[in-house]
Structures are given as C-alpha cells and as structure tokens.
C-alpha cells in the first residue's frame, strides 16, 4: 500500500510517496502459511529519462511481474528520446498506451479471471471473496506531471487502472492548487474533512441517518479545513511532506497494519529547472537505515 501525493501549482509541480512495499512472503513448506512482509525503502516517485521535465508517481499495485516501475518508465523514457512529445496531455496518452500493453498481457488470465466473475449473475462467497482479492491486489494508479517546451506550462494527470477494465480511462488532469492523495489518504481527508469516506459509508449504511449523502456532506463543510488556492512552491513542498509524514506516523502509532512508512521522497519540476529531488534515498540507505537523503 501507499500514501502518494501530487501538487499542482502555477509554479511547477510536487511528486511525493512514502517508501514501504508490502511483499508476500510463503512459508517454507506447502502447507504452511506465508504472510506479509513490508519493507520501507521502495521508490514509488521516478524520473522520467534523464535531464527530464517529466515524473510519474505510482500507488497500489507495485510492477507488473517481473517488470519494476523503474523498468518499465526507462522503456517510455526511450521511446520519448526517439519520438518527442509536444504537449503534456500527448505524453499522458502515450504512457497510457504504453502502460495498458504491458499490464494488459502480464496480467491477461487476471483481467479475463475478472471479467468472468463480474460476468455472473450470482456468486458463491468464495467467489466474491476472490473477485475482492483480484480487484484489491491488482488495482493501482499514476499521476504523470511537468511541462513541455515551448510554452512551459505545468500540468499532472492521474490515472487509475484494475482488471476489470477493458481499456484505460483518459488522463484526468488536476487542477492548479488542488493536492490530490492517493492510496491511504484516510488520514490526510480526516486532516482535512473531518471525516473521510470510510466513515461517511459507514453512517449512510447503519440505517440511523435520514437525510441523503448531500446533507451528510453539507453538515460536514464547516468543519473542513480551506487551503490557499495555489501554494507557493516551497510551500507546496512542505504539504506534500506534512501530508505523507502524518499519514505513515498515523498507522505507525495504530492498530492497522504498518502499510505505509519509510523515508518521505519528494520531487519537484519548477517552471525553469528540470525535475530535482526535494528528498531521495541513497542506494545505502536499507544498509545506513538512517534513511540518508541526497540533498
């Protein structure tokens, strides 16, 4: 799981993530249990080519297989060297392309698996229970940001993708001075809201609330926090990190399973720089476990 965080400012854009992967471990034996294991260096936020204005952050799913992230973003790094793109909203549509291809053969038996369940007009409990593994496990998303030349203009856009899709929606772009979190933003919506969405199902299906969800929301608005519109960009760096700190001392300190934590990793592409690390691990940094940053 991941906290992953974005902002779109006038003055550039913010990647931020948090380092914890969590990998199924088996047993040793092939009737023994396995279990989870969460390892706190991962690098979820990544550059895209060298001597780039581009960058991609990543939730849920981790690689496609074999396939790291890392792997995967040098292959459309490459391409992009060989055919250059114009605008952001091309270089969003290529890495949708260029993404689906390659989730979609990895994992084929998952998605048409899916498919077939969601297919049926009734399901066993064992099958629901399966059809919920098969959308939890291998759903997962991106925000790809920066700019293009001439015109300089920052801009992100998200994408979610889950096997029971066909085909990948289009690029959702995100509007200047809205963060948006991804992953376990539980926290951060609480921060914010009050409440987050978790809570307000809850309420809505205990049967002890009359009005609709617009009145729920609508009682709920004065208690939420307003944020300036469009965030200077240290400042904006600062959100994304407060934002994801919280998150991962918040399930540090809980009764939930510790999905989220290691170093905070924050990068930035400004208007006039090309992408730099804000926060980035050494390649030591497991071995230091002082979680070293380059500055």
Request: negative net charge.
């Amino acid at each position: 799981m991941t906290i992953a965080a974005c902002y779109l400012s006038s003055e550039g854009v913010v990647f931020g993530a948090d380092s914890t992967s969590t990998v199924y471990v088996p047993g040793p034996g092939a009737d023994s249990g396995g279990a989870d294991h969460h390892y706190d260096y991962a690098q979820k936020v990544f550059q895209i080519g060298e001597d780039s204005r581009l960058g991609i952050a990543f939730w849920g799913l981790g690689s496609l297989g074999s396939t790291s992230y890392r792997t995967l973003v040098a292959r459309f790094a490459d391409q992009l060297q060989a055919q250059p793109a114009t605008t952001m909203a091309d270089v969003a549509n290529r890495w949708n392309q260029f993404f689906w291809t390659a989730y979609s053969s990895v994992f084929a038996q998952v998605i048409q698996r899916t498919q077939q369940l969601l297919g049926q007009v009734t399901r066993t409990p064992d099958e629901e229970g399966e059809l919920a593994y098969l959308l939890q496990a291998f759903s997962g998303g991106f925000c790809l940001g920066g700019y293009c030349l001439p015109d300089r203009v920052p801009e992100a856009l998200e994408t979610t993708f889950s096997p029971d899709q066909t085909e990948l929606a289009a690029p959702r772009p995100l509007a200047i001075g809205n963060a948006k979190f991804w992953g376990c933003p539980n926290m951060i919506y609480r921060l914010i809201y009050g409440v987050d969405f978790g809570i307000l199902d809850a309420i809505m299906e205990s049967g002890k609330w009359t009005g609709t969800p617009d009145d729920l929301i609508e009682l709920m608005s004065p208690f939420r926090l307003a944020q300036p519109l469009d965030l200077p960009i240290r400042e904006a760096i600062d959100w994304v990190y407060t934002s994801i700190y919280t998150t991962s001392q918040a399930l540090k300190f809980s009764h939930l399973a510790p999905v989220c934590g290691g170093p905070v990793e924050i990068a930035v592409i400004t208007t006039d720089r090309l992408f730099r690390w804000v926060r980035h691990k050494k390649l030591d940094a497991a071995i230091s476990q002082g979680g070293r940053f380059d500055e």
